[in-house]
């Protein structure tokens, strides 16, 4: 069964306009999650965490939210650049805290036009 | 600082043959994970080795077995290969429960 979901295969946006990739989650034992970026022919890249303990947690451009009544998490891109052209996933940790063993999910496919 | 690294990067085996990936993880990392990506999915979470001991396992059969080195490098040996074992096999090490730094991967290709 799959845990972790990114129901949304693509998704295309214009430039610095604002990304919104979304992720739903079933296991309510679930601490941490991650979102991880990867170019073709490169391994994911790690971006952002949040712990269950937050709503939300910002860097830079990118701000992940977490809803933990739902089982849902989203992470925004603001503003969106081309070079953010990628796949994404989101990622979460069973235990208490990130254990590294990470449960991802299928991945949504970003294109920013410029 | 060498980041994590794969060897090799492409790989072709028949069925039923035996197959072993590496991985040097980064500079200081003691923490080493194995995932395999199938096409158009997610990494699926094969299992971890934690100062050369294995820390947990994901639903894969004992045919997957892994090894971790005094150095932290690690492997991962398939055996009696099967042609849905063809996919992309990542290796990412952290330093304990910190972040984790994905290599490029290693793509398996089984006919």
Redesign the interface.
């Known amino acids: 069964d799959q845990q ?1 979901k ?1 129901n949304s295969p693509s998704l295309s946006v214009q430039e610095g306009r604002i990304s919104i990739l979304n992720c739903d989650y079933t296991n309510s034992m679930f601490d941490y999650f ?1 979102w ?1 970026k990867k170019y073709p ?6 971006l952002i ?1 949040i712990s269950s303990i937050k709503d939300k947690n910002e860097d830079g451009r990118f701000t992940v939210f977490l809803n933990k009544s739902a089982k849902h998490l989203s992470l925004h891109i603001v503003p969106s650049q081309p070079g953010d052209s990628a796949v994404y ?1 989101c ?1 979460a940790t069973p235990g208490s ?11 949504t496919t970003l294109q920013v036009k410029p | 600082e060498t980041g994590v690294t794969q060897s090799p990067t492409h790989l072709i085996k028949t069925r039923g043959q035996q197959v072993t990936l590496r991985c040097s993880s980064q500079s200081g990392h003691n923490t080493v994970s194995w995932y395999q990506q199938a096409l158009g999915q997610g990494p699926q979470f094969i299992f971890q080795y934690y100062r050369e001991e294995e820390n947990g396992r994901g639903n894969f059969p004992p045919r997957f077995s892994g090894l971790q080195f005094p150095n932290y490098s690690s492997e991962l040996n398939v055996n009696a290969l099967e042609l849905d074992d063809s996919a992309l096999y990542l290796c990412a090490s952290s330093l304990g429960r910190s972040i984790q730094y994905f290599g490029a991967g290693t793509r398996l290709s089984v006919l």
């Open positions: 972790v990114q991650l991880y022919a490169e391994g994911p890249t790690f965490s996933f990622a805290g990130n254990t590294g063993k990470l449960i991802f999910g299928q991945g």
